[in-house]
């Protein structure tokens, strides 16, 4: 239990000007979190835990098992610690940092605010955070570190959780706000960001290319991670408007027939764009447990016909990727290349709903409407292949296929009362 995280906030506005449509604000304070994981991991250690394979008890074409709250479920073998003494460990134990820290993170701004007209408002600041102590993972294996032996002097599969990445985020945002009037209230925001870090915690990001085991490609150089993070977004701009269509009842035209009411009043117009930087990857070698590959030239020159990236320009070869060899023997191979070297194409992408309300009786009300998400049905990419293993540019090899979803269309019936 970490019984010292003392938190403190503080923050302060001050307002300009004779009329005060001028404000200054900033703020600072140190939170702490607690980095998820899929479960605590002490309780994958032998005999604590094991599994069994289950038939699906609702596929008819093949023999199956099936229980009930009868007869309960079949019965778990305990790993016996003797699949332990094996070289190299039978299975993965997991081990805990004993001296843990909760994770913190220093946020502070500063922003300047301005209500410009009757309706209108610019605020422009400067967004920072530092986190520290963050979760990672560690190999410290037959195949890592080489740190976790068993009684019998074996070289253990193994993975230490840790609580000591770290990573530095700044940013400029600005954002146009419109209050409601003549029917219409929306905003535009943008962001200007760096997001640097050494682990997007025990689960690899996009292309992120660490160890097999998540942690560092090599175990014993730690700083080397530090880079560009997988949640890296340099260019965020986003807008919505919210459009009341001036026709029917109490609106500028076709006010004055109760038919036309209730055909053309209460209509709503929705619209959300998103416009953004493209997601980091790194080209890493699949037959090196993930790990990075080597660059060695440019990757964007003779791009093949078909291809988005010339995966000729990196290698996986052993003579062209560092290496160390841990006391188990075992040789780890790396490449040249940071986390997050590249980056996909940009995207824009829009949404669209039309939503007619209409009153029922005095208490009951109808909403009928249409949304369009992706409404132009633009083909948005993430990474691409990005394994050069083979160090060609066959098959799907460094094209962009993996896609964000199509144009999706929902309806929309609701009663409000």
């Given at each position: ?59 008819s074409s093949t023999p199956r098992s099936v229980f009930n709250l009868q007869t309960g479920p079949p019965n ?342």
């Open positions: 239990t970490d019984k010292n995280n003392f938190g403190p906030r503080v923050g302060f506005a001050y307002a300009i000007g004779p009329e005060k449509k001028m404000v200054i604000r900033g703020g600072y304070g140190l939170l702490y979190t607690l980095d998820a994981v899929d479960r605590p991991p002490l309780v994958q250690n032998p005999p604590f835990t094991n599994s069994i394979t289950f038939n699906n008890a609702f596929d778990v073998p305990t790993i016996s610690p003797t699949l332990l003494l094996s070289p190299g460990g039978a299975i993965t134990v997991f081990r805990e940092d004993p001296n843990q820290k909760t994770a913190l993170v220093h946020q502070f701004n500063v922003s300047f605010q301005m209500q410009f007209g009757k309706d209108y408002a610019l605020d422009v600041g400067y967004v920072g955070n530092r986190a520290r102590n963050l979760l990672q993972t560690l190999d410290i294996g037959g195949s890592g570190t080489a740190e976790a032996r068993n009684t019998a002097g074996a070289f253990l599969s193994a993975k230490a959780y840790v609580n000591r990445a770290r990573s530095n985020y700044n940013a400029l945002q600005a954002q146009l706000q419109k209050r409601l009037s003549k029917n219409v209230q929306g905003q535009i925001s943008y962001t200007f960001s760096k997001n640097r870090d050494d682990s997007t915690g025990v689960f690899q990001g996009i292309g992120e290319g660490r160890g097999s085991q998540g942690g560092p490609q090599n175990p014993f150089d730690l700083a080397a991670e530090y880079g560009i993070s997988s949640l890296d977004v340099p260019h965020l701009l986003s807008a919505d408007a919210i459009i009341d269509l001036p026709f029917g009842k109490g609106q500028r035209y076709m006010n004055s027939s109760a038919a036309a009411n209730k055909l053309v009043g209460g209509i709503q117009l929705n619209i959300i764009a998103l416009a953004r930087s493209g997601y980091p990857f790194t080209v890493v070698c699949g037959n090196n447990g993930g790990r990075r590959a080597s660059l060695i030239g440019d990757p964007f020159s003779n791009v093949p016909p078909g291809r988005d990236i010339n995966l000729s320009a990196f290698t996986c070869d052993a003579a062209r990727l560092g290496s160390v060899t841990n006391a188990a023997g075992t040789v780890i191979r790396f490449g040249n290349l940071p986390r997050n070297s590249f980056s996909s194409p940009g995207f824009a992408r829009f949404d669209l709903s039309v939503f007619k309300n209409t009153a029922l009786t005095e208490r009951l009300k109808m909403q009928i409407g249409i949304e369009f998400f992706n409404v132009f049905n633009s083909a948005t990419y993430t990474v691409p292949n990005n394994d050069s293993q083979n160090n060609n540019n066959s098959g799907s090899n460094g094209r962009f296929d993996a896609a964000l979803p199509a144009r999706v269309v929902q309806y929309r019936l609701k009663l409000l009362f």
